[in-house]
Each structure stands twice: as C-alpha cells, then as structure tokens.
C-alpha cells in the first residue's frame, strides 16, 4: 500500500464567499496559510473561465506565497495554456468547464477531445507543468490518458459521492479498477469531488491513490469548526482509513 496519502485542499469557496460582497474578505491567501499549518499538502485553486471565485491576483499571490506546491484546475483553453505556462504552477489539472454548471461536473472526455489535449499536454509536460487529466474512472478515460502522455490522472468520484445502495458498491469498484489500471501504466491517479468526512475512508482505503483534493466539504464545515479543525480531521480520516502509515514512507 502507497503510503503518505497526499491532501490537497481546494480553497475556491473562501473566494466564492469573499466575492458574495465584493469586497476582499475573507482572504484565500489567509486559507492557504491555514492549509500550511493543519499540515495539508498542496493547494488547489481552479481559475474558471468566468472568475466566479478565484481571480487572477489571487493565483498570482499564491503562487508566489505559498511553501505548498499548486495545483491549478484549468479547462482546456488558450488562454488557460497562457497562463499556466506564466505561472508554471507544479501541477495543472485540465477539467472540462461549462459556464451554466455549478461545478464541475462528470470527467473530461479525454479520448474525444484527444486533438485538442494532445498539444496542451505536450507543452505543459515541456514546460515541468505536472499534468492531471480529471477523467471519469472508466478504462477508455485512463487509455486516453495513457495515450495523451499525462503522468497523472484525478478520478472523478461525484458519482461515488452521491450514490446510495448497490451503486455505492459499484462506484467504488470503478474507481479502485481506475486508479489500479492508472497505476499499472505508469500514470499516478488521484480523486476528487464531493468528499466529505463520511464518504472519504473507502476512497482513500485504494491503495494506489496518490492524492485527494477536496474543497466544497472542508470550507463549509469550517464554518462550524474552523478550518484547521476540518483539514485535521480530513487528514485523520484518511490516515485512519489507509492504516495510519503518515510518515511512515
Ligand atoms: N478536483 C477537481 C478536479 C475539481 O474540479 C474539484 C471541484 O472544484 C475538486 C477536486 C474538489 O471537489 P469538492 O469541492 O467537491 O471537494
């Protein structure tokens, strides 16, 4: 079993707050010190076509800020190419963006849209930007992926999320087949989507699971608890259900 199972905390929402009032609080560069205390592992951010959380400054202040290394969820476009390529974040997760959505919903379809990845790849892979493809755990998603040249995958576990009875079962077997594959063709797989302190432990049980990123879940309890309180207690979740090997590597 893999052992330090990394947490990436997704700070979007602090800014989808700040932006309800305009105004400049609260402060995702604040969250992004907190995920450096509780002991997180990276930061995600994902700068949307429409800016409707983070903005271009905060990226630029994090990036610059933060010890943590930055994952930055991006849609296949240009102007997203540009500015990884400026940014050079140590990781860039394409997703697939609609403007109507409230997040982002079901994986890229990486084998259809195989032109249009293939390049963006290439060049972020030239440029030492870590790739992540965020895919659906379907075996045709991980041959793109493998095809494509990514060295990571991010499994998409909404489904999972929000599956009951036997389905949960099923979703859960997707997923553990999907990182599994990854893992056999040299590309690490991560997961991510409606993660919460209940659903997490199976997922972060795969043993080939390099790393989760979680955002939605950690800001809200942090209303409740604080969100050093709600990182730690993420982290001991998936450290109780991977056999508490952190640190251990
Ligand atoms: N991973 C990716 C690629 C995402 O797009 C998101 C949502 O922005 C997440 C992880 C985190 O999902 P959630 O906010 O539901 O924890």
New binding site residues.
């Given amino acids: 079993m893999s052992s330090h199972l990394r947490l990436g905390v997704?700070i979007?929402?602090v800014a989808t707050i700040r932006n309800a009032r305009g105004g400049d609080h609260p402060d995702p560069w604040r969250a992004v010190q907190i995920v450096e205390q509780a002991g997180g592992d990276g930061i995600?951010i994902?700068l949307r076509e429409d800016r409707r959380h983070i903005r271009d400054a905060d990226l630029d202040a994090v990036i610059q800020r933060t010890r943590l290394p930055v994952n930055l969820?991006m849609a296949a476009t240009e102007e997203m190419l540009a500015i990884a390529l400026r940014h050079r974040p140590h990781a860039a997760?394409i997703?697939p963006e609609r403007r109507e959505e409230r997040?982002?919903e079901g994986g890229l379809d990486a084998a259809g849209l195989h032109n249009q990845l293939a390049p963006m790849v290439a060049r972020l892979n030239e440029a030492g930007v870590r790739v992540s493809l965020?895919i659906e755990p379907d075996p045709r998603q991980i041959e793109a992926a493998i095809w494509l040249g990514a060295p990571v995958v991010?499994l998409?576990t909404?489904k999972y999320a929000h599956a009951t009875g036997p389905a949960l079962a099923d979703e859960l077997k997707r997923i553990a087949d999907a990182a599994a594959l990854a893992a056999r063709n040299g590309i690490e797989p991560h997961a991510?989507?409606?993660?919460t302190f209940d659903n997490v432990g199976p997922i972060a049980a795969i043993p080939q699971l390099a790393e989760l990123?979680?955002?939605?879940?950690?800001i809200g309890e942090a209303i409740f608890i604080g969100l050093e309180a709600s990182i730690r207690e993420m982290r001991a979740c998936m450290d109780a259900a991977r056999g508490s090997m952190r640190g251990k590597a």
Avoid: K, M, P, Q
């Fill in positions: 997704n979007d929402h995600t994902h969820e997760c997703v997040t982002t965020f991010e998409h909404g991510g989507h409606g993660l990123n979680i955002g939605h879940f950690l």
